[in-house]
Every structure is written in C-alpha cells, then in structure tokens.
C-alpha cells in the first residue's frame, strides 16, 4: 500500500517513476536551514523515503537563486527580542541542545538515508547549506553554483558536523584549506576538487540529475538499498565483519524474484522489470 507523501511547509516534496524530489523552497531567505521549517521538511522526507518501498532515489535542490544559504545570520546577530528563542540564542546548554534537537538531526537523517541521495546545486550552498550537499551521495552542479565552508568567517565552528563529511568526500588537506580560509569556490574548481560530479549549465541541471537519477531508478530496488547500506557499513567496519554483512545481503539478493528477472533480462539482451520483490 503506498505510503501518503508527508506535507511540508517550506519545501515541495514529489514522487515519479521511483524518484523522490525535494524542493527547498524558501527563497525569499535563500533556502535557509534555520529560520525556516526547512529542518522538518527535510526529516519528514526521509522519514517517508525510508518507509516507501516505492522510492528507489532522492534528489535534492533549491528554489529561486541558491541552494541553501545555510544559517539564517539576523539570528545569530540579534540575541533577543525577535531572535531571542531562535537556534543560536541561550547560555551554552540552550544552544548545544537546539544543535542536537535541531540542525544535527539532518546529517544523522541523510546519513541513515536508505537510498542514494542526489544534490542537484542549482546555486549558491554556503555554511550548512554547503554540508548538506557533502552529506549526499552524489553532487551536480550547475555553472552558478559557489560552495563555501565559511562558518569560521563568522568566528564559529562547521556545528552540522559538515567537519566529518568533508574530510571524508575531498581528504584532509583539500578540506583544511576550504574550512580554515573560508573561502568560497566556483563550480569548475570545485568539479576538479572531487565536490562535484559533474558541472552543467543552468538550465540542464534538472535534466542531468534526472538522468542519473533515472539510472540508478531502473536497477532492482531492494539490492539498490542494500548497497547503499553497504557501502556506509564500508566506511566503519573492518573488512571481515564487513565480508560477513555482504555475505547476508548476497543471500537476501539470491533469493528475490528481481535477481531472476535482471539475469533473465540480461542474457534475453533486454531492460529488466522489476517489482522490489
């Protein structure tokens, strides 16, 4: 029974074809983390990708100019009145616990994604908008896109744990100097760093995360999910604990009826249909 899309506030959230695609869609504050119902837009579209066995790929992009502009600043500026229960206002304890109970809760949700997570980067994604691009699988750019981790110009710290992605997608010394200089890097550079997968124009950004989105959408869905459960069990198992693990998934795969229509498929030379069973 198909499970009903969840509704959101700040972002549109669509399924086709077993791709879900979700739309941070405040941009008259450029797509904003906090200040905005963008962190509970994001959990509830996960949430319902994981218990949808309908979704096989999700990606992920902003409306208007940017793709996420982060952290909303005025918040930080002003510390009362209108700022004063916003996420960066209270003594130490208030404001590690609005991390925990807030922004932190997206790297744990995207990270725990059961299946892959595609960033189409229609624009600027800076701070904690930039860490959400590098806690997806995947990045295409578009030729306006400009990634910073600049938390540092604001005399903070990457506190999404954008640390912890970072160093893992590029190596340390490449992500030391994006963190400690806070500079911001252009598309084409930031293609030849490893950020990005590939770099398109504006208008074919869309149609080339749909394209490799579609890809990944055609291969049988449960050993879709299983690899990506795999492949973050890589990243902190040691290898023959890791052995064993895919050695219980091979043995789910063997026994579903998709395993026997992709080599059927295969050696008929034809696209294989499958039912996620």
Known sequence: MPIQTPQLQDANLQLDNRI????????????ALTGTHLIDDILKAIQWVNQNDGVSVLVITGAGSAFSAGGNIKEMLKRDGEYSNGAFSGDVYEVQNKYRNGIQ????????????????????????????????????????????????????????????????LIGYQKAADMTFTGRLVKADE???????????????????AMKLAKQIAAKPPQATRLTKRLMKAAQRQELADFLDLCAVFQGMCHNTDDHLEAVSAFVEKRPGKYQGK
Do not use: H
């Open 20 to 31: 879900a695609l979700l739309t941070l869609n405040r941009d008259d504050v450029r797509n």
């Open 190 to 208: 930031a293609k030849s760093m490893g950020l990005l997968l590939d770099v398109v124009s504006p208008d074919e950004l869309m149609p080339a």
């Open 105 to 168: 809760k997206i790297p744990l949700a995207v990270y725990n994604c059961e299946v892959p997570v595609i960033a189409a980067v229609n624009g600027p994604a800076i701070g904690a908008g930039f860490d959400l691009t590098c806690m997806c699988d995947m990045r295409i750019g578009s030729s306006n896109a400009l990634l910073g981790e600049t938390f540092v110009n604001l005399g903070i710290i990457p506190g999404d744990g954008g640390a912890w992605f970072l160093q893992r």
